[in-house]
Nanobody
């Protein structure tokens, strides 16, 4: 509980940039697949991007080229840089950690989420 804490959401205009931050314990970032998911009102939650513990990334096609995930292991953070935001990007964004290895095998972690609203 409370292992992942997101910040950085807000209200921005279309075309703007925003960076979300997920603060997480070092062992979680090191041993788990870190991801960002989003859920818009009335829609199912979707995976935006995930990065495995060995560095492979997978992006939702509609965000590829606009969004970038980055791990800052020195500061125990995972970022989601979002550029060229569109109104369809409006959603609650949540940080996740799963497919953990070694002593965290079987664990799954979710943050509380941060709201991103893009006005057109």
């Amino acid at each position: 509980q409370g292992q992942l804490v997101e910040s950085g959401g807000g209200l921005v205009s279309a075309g703007s940039s925003l960076r979300l931050t997920c603060a997480a314990p070092a062992d979680i970032i090191k041993l788990c697949t870190m991801g960002w998911h989003r859920q818009a009102p009335g829609k199912v939650r979707e995976m935006v991007v995930e990065e495995t513990n060995d560095g492979y990334t997978h992006y939702l096609p509609v965000v590829k080229g606009r969004f970038t995930i980055a791990k800052d292991k020195d500061n125990n953070k995972v970022y989601l840089q979002m550029n060229a935001l569109e109104s369809d990007d409006t959603a609650a964004y949540t940080c996740s950690a799963d497919r953990c290895t070694r002593n965290l095998r079987g664990r799954c972690y979710w943050g509380q989420g941060t709201q991103v609203t893009v006005s057109s």
